[in-house]
């Protein structure tokens, strides 16, 4: 967890090894209440990554964003990665979580084999998230259980396939015509 | 014939000419672009009609919001594939006559964005009449799309423009059903599957027919 202005000046040579950095207080701190909840706690450049397992996202949303110490009111993105088509896990979704009032960031890391793609929907704790978990079923094929409105959100009704996995081709399976 | 002498030299409070002369020039001397900015082309677009280029010297200046009362489309922009059938509706909303400016780039071909998100070319959809390179063209340059389209105008027959059904004027443009046109059949191994076509524009194919 970063925490605000005062972070971005000092140098970064010992925040880039995942290793050798401390941990956060906050992390400590969820770590030692929800221990279950932490699979890995990456830090990078600055940045602190924590991956959840898959069936823990709800209710470590639901706590991050009313926790006293932590406030993350604001949840910034979800978005998706394909790792590649022969890595295993192959999807990951990543919640890139704010706090407007203590000024902090935090992302939050689900992975996902391709076999099954289904994470439990977030659209409860942020509203928000409702049309950014649409954009990544659309683009990645990400199934969010419990999502009240599932649709795609980008590319036509008709799709075929998710644009941004890695094994669609760049020019889409076949010339455009209207039907 | 001579007879438009007769008639001068009888009647000389009567002008003679061909119909086609006379509808061509009225229809040229106003066209009415339809308001379809898509990307950054429409900047351009708008930018022709201010006071710096005045596209109203040439009688194109009226850009409408309704199709019903336009007559040609400025394609301004990358068409996406979700854009498609909103831009071949509006195509179809408009009535005969009606003309395509192809601008800039992306509408002609795709431009830089050769991918699944947009069509490789405008003509797939409708047929083009003007195509205008660049990215994005100057102001200039839609001016000048402009006044070869209305060279283009004034060499029509008013027997080439009639409304068509709308089934009919689907069926007619629906890619992979037309022939592939001169070269292409030679630079075929050479050409990506995504453009094996092109498409005459409608009153061509049906000259030649």
Request: aromatic residues 8%; hydrophobic residues 35%; charged residues 25%.
């Amino acid at each position: 967890m970063t925490s605000g202005p005062e972070n971005i000046e000092q140098p970064t040579e010992q925040s880039t090894g995942s290793e050798s950095t401390p941990s956060h207080p906050l992390v400590t701190a969820l770590q030692r209440e929800h221990p279950e909840w932490i699979g890995e706690v990456i830090h990078a450049f600055g940045e602190t990554t924590i991956i959840v397992p898959r069936e823990h996202i709800v209710a470590a949303c639901s706590f991050l964003k009313t926790w006293p110490e932590g406030q993350f009111n604001f949840l910034s993105d979800i978005c998706g990665a394909d790792r590649g088509v022969e890595e295993e896990p192959r999807f990951e979704v990543n919640y890139h979580l704010f706090s407007t009032t203590k000024y902090h960031r935090v992302r939050l890391k689900v992975l996902l084999n391709e076999e099954d793609t289904h994470v439990p929907s977030v659209s409860g704790v942020w509203r928000t998230a409702n049309w950014h978990e649409r954009e990544t079923f659309d683009m990645f094929g990400v199934i969010f259980d419990g999502h009240p409105d599932l649709r795609r959100i980008l590319l036509p009704d008709d799709w075929q396939g998710h644009a941004l996995r890695k094994d669609f081709p760049l020019r889409g399976y076949e010339p455009y015509s209207l039907k | 014939m001579g007879l438009e002498n007769i008639i001068a030299e009888a009647l000389p409070e009567v002008l003679t000419t061909q119909l086609d002369s006379l509808i061509n020039w009225a229809r040229k001397s106003s066209l009415w672009p339809a308001t379809f900015g898509l990307a950054c082309c429409a900047i351009e677009m708008m930018n022709a009609t201010t006071s710096r280029n005045d596209l109203a010297r040439f009688g194109a200046e009226v850009f409408r919001a309704s199709p019903r009362q336009a007559d040609v489309m400025i394609v301004s922009g990358r068409v996406s594939r979700k854009m498609a059938p909103v831009l071949r509706r509006i195509y179809d909303q408009m009535p005969e006559p009606k003309w395509v400016i192809s601008m800039g780039a992306c509408a002609t071909s795709g431009g830089v964005f050769d991918n699944y998100a947009i069509v490789q070319g405008v003509d797939k959809i409708v047929p083009v009449d003007v195509y205008i390179p660049g990215c994005p063209p100057r102001p200039e340059m839609l001016i000048h799309a402009v006044m070869m389209l209305q060279d283009k105008v004034s060499k029509e027959s008013v027997r080439d423009r009639k409304d068509i059904p709308e089934e009919e004027a689907r069926e007619a443009v629906v890619p992979g059903t037309l022939p592939v046109t001169d070269g292409s059949t030679a630079r075929q191994n050479t050409l990506p599957e995504s453009r094996p076509y092109t498409i005459a524009s409608r009153h061509e194919r049906r000259r030649s027919s």
